[in-house]
């Protein structure tokens, strides 16, 4: 009965219960992963004039962009093979930053205003 129970249990929780098997270095490397495809989205919804995420209860603005994008360029910069506990192979971090300033250019938004903590890297 309760190995019924059990399959019961891990076959209508899913995904969740097999994640308390994984190890942090997976979880780590997971979301650096999706670093790329949720800034992308992030952009998108700067295109359409959407508040960023932290902001949503406010109206589309610039300047909260800017201080979005300077955050996430700050802690993403430092992105690399030493993440995830020397485990990370993904993207470093100024290629992840660079590919998004690139696609930010394909949908025509403007410049990111950089504040003095970003501006040494030759964005």
């Given at each position: 009965m309760r190995t019924i129970l059990l399959a019961l249990l891990i076959s209508t929780t899913g995904c969740s219960t097999?994640?308390?098997?994984a190890s942090q270095d997976a979880h780590c490397r997971e979301q650096k992963a999706e670093l790329v495809p949720w800034f992308?989205?992030?952009a998108q919804s700067e295109a359409r004039k959407s508040p960023?995420?932290?902001w949503a209860t406010q109206p589309y603005s610039?300047?909260?962009w800017d201080k979005y994008w300077n955050a996430r360029i700050y802690h993403?910069?430092?992105i690399?093979?030493?993440?995830?506990?020397s485990t990370y192979q993904g993207p470093y971090?100024?290629?992840i930053v660079r590919s998004i300033i690139q696609y930010r250019r394909e949908l025509a938004l403007p410049e990111i205003n950089l504040e003095a903590r970003n501006q040494d890297k030759g964005l």
């Open positions: 097999l994640n308390l098997f992308r989205k992030a960023p995420s932290g610039r300047e909260n993403v910069w430092t690399s093979q030493t993440d995830c506990n971090g100024p290629e």
